[in-house]
């Protein structure tokens, strides 16, 4: 038996072309119709358009301003693409310390728990009296919003190998450093991924409230801007770019776990 | 000289009620190129002997010496294969042996010519790239064994390597790692409850006390080798069977 016909099971997420199609295709028809019977109610009844613009008219002003909005939205990726980066890696350095550190661990994973349940976001105003109207305040949002995910997921995977594993290891002579790089470290990538992907549903968010707060560029601005001009329909296009902005992270962040995560999962189903 | 001379090993633990003293003075030793069973009652302390040889822990008392030098002054001093395989599920089984030789000291190169013609002379080089979780619990055992066969340390410690397998399965394993043994006769300490698997196996056997443990029997095992399934049918199998049955029994 060659060993690439071994029974190899599929990473999660995965499947065959055919199978995706046939999961995404539904979704898609509800959303279809969503959006006909929305048409077909603005244009039957008498609302106004800057209360509530029908899909046709969003689609027609946003490809009007699309100039506009592409500028706002390339400022916003940038932004949360920084933010993520910066605040994944920083979740994920410290998460690789503290479980260094086992004394301090102890100290500080209780209050960073503690401290997933602090809306971050409310924390804007105060970045902008210490650091301005620059980009400074505003990433320190997105990196706040993307670490706190990453480094409990990580501490959590650090600290859950397999005491079986781990003994093997210590009996044959591994030392603490060896045991972080192949032992601890692969073993929680897929803790690494969960908290990749809350951080990525967060970013986007993250970085349009840093935007409302104080920008001259970006979704968020852009938005508020529309808003206060009663150009409904450039609210919601804007929205609806927010909203793709953050799949294609979230599946960027799927996909890069199927690349990496080849071999099963400890446990199936994680998150 | 011998490869494993224990003397006078004592160990406890602080439990909710007080010290339990687990090894009660163990004296034994595992000659050059010898098979060493030891048997015991489950919770008789094996698993604690095992760490103290490895020098994940320090004795109480007594002294403990693998190829002269005493446990503790150098990490890993024993190949080990564990009850489950222990592989690391994110590498190759070629990747799991070759990472076990880079701990051992061997460089890059030379890991992976041995991890290679390993896995040939045992025929399974077609695992070589294969992920762990692909291979049935026998097939990772035969890996596992293969990893601490290839390891440089003078000592091979196996922790009931076959206790979770099934019972055909067991018997194929033991006659599979029977005839690797005898072809390169390592010194071995080999942890078990089965006396069956002791006898078919073993130069030697000790059978283990309750804690605390001392060494209560001794056996030296009378069948020749090279040693087949046969010898289940021999009388004299029988004979030592009830007689490790009862020095076992008298334990509980």
């Known amino acids: 038996m060659d060993s690439s016909r071994l029974p190899l099971r599929k990473a999660p997420g995965s499947g065959s072309a055919a199978a995706r199609l046939r999961a995404v295709w539904p979704p898609l028809l509800v959303l279809a119709a969503m959006l006909l019977v929305w048409e077909a109610a603005v244009r039957l009844s008498s609302v106004e358009a800057w209360l509530v613009p029908a899909p046709s008219a969003i689609v027609q002003d946003a490809w009007d301003a699309r100039e506009r909005l592409a500028e706002h939205t390339v400022a916003t990726l940038r932004l949360t693409l920084l933010g993520f980066a910066g605040g994944t890696a920083a979740g994920f350095g410290l998460a690789a310390l503290l479980h260094l550190l086992p004394f301090v661990r102890s100290g500080v994973y209780p209050l960073l728990v503690l401290s997933q349940n ?20 505003k990433l320190l949002l997105v990196m706040l919003v993307c670490f706190f995910p990453v480094c409990v997921a990580m501490l959590g995977g650090l600290r859950g190998g397999e005491p079986a594993l781990e003994r093997y290891m210590r009996m044959i002579g591994a030392g603490r ?41 970006g979704l968020g601005i852009f938005m508020l801007l529309s808003s206060k001009g009663f150009k409904t329909s450039l609210v919601f296009a804007g929205v609806a770019i927010v909203v793709t902005l953050s799949l294609l992270l979230f599946a960027a962040v799927t996909e890069a776990e199927r690349l990496t995560v080849r071999w099963r999962p400890r446990k199936e189903g994680t998150e | 000289m011998s490869v494993l001379e224990i003397t006078g ?25 010898e098979f060493v069973s030891l048997l015991g009652p489950s919770g008789s302390g094996k698993s604690t002997l095992l760490s103290l040889i490895g020098g994940l822990e320090g004795p109480d008392a007594g002294e403990l010496r693998i190829a002269g030098e005493l446990a503790g002054s150098r990490p890993g001093p024993a ?26 000291g061997r460089e890059k190169a030379e890991a992976r010519r041995l991890a290679e013609e390993g896995l040939q002379r045992l025929g399974l080089e077609r695992y070589a790239r294969a992920y762990p979780h692909v291979l049935s619990g026998g097939m990772q055992q035969r890996i596992s064994f293969l ?83 046969k010898l289940w049918s021999e009388p004299r199998f029988g004979e030592l069977k009830a007689e490790l049955y009862a020095a076992l029994r008298s334990e509980h």
């Open chain 1, 177 to 217: 450093w060896r045991r972080f790089i192949s032992l601890e470290l692969p073993g929680s990538i897929t803790h690494l991924f969960s908290g990749l992907k809350l951080a990525a549903s967060y970013s986007v968010t993250g970085a349009v409230v840093a935007e409302w707060i104080g920008s001259e560029k």
């Open chain 2, 79 to 104: 190949a080990y294969m564990p009850q489950q395989a222990a592989l690391l599920p994110w590498r190759t089984v070629q990747g799991n042996i070759e990472l076990a030789l880079r701990i051992a």
């Open chain 1, 118 to 137: 602090v809306p971050l976001i409310a924390l804007g105003p105060l970045l902008v009296v210490w650091f301005g109207f620059g980009l400074l305040p």
């Open chain 2, 147 to 229: 990893r601490a066969l290839l390891s440089p340390q003078p000592l091979m410690l196996l922790d009931e390597p076959f206790g979770a397998l099934d019972a055909l399965t067991r018997q194929e394993m033991q006659q599979w790692l029977l005839s690797l043994w005898e072809q390169d006769r390592r010194s071995v300490l080999f942890v078990t409850h089965s006396i069956e698997e002791a006898l078919m196996l073993s130069d030697r056997i000790l059978v283990l006390s309750t804690p605390p443990a001392t060494i209560v029997r001794e056996l030296q095992v009378p069948f020749p080798r090279p040693r087949s399934e």
């Open chain 2, 9 to 33: 090993l004592r160990k406890s633990f602080l439990q909710d009620a007080g010290r339990t003293e687990v090894l009660g003075g163990v004296d034994l030793v595992v000659g050059e190129g």
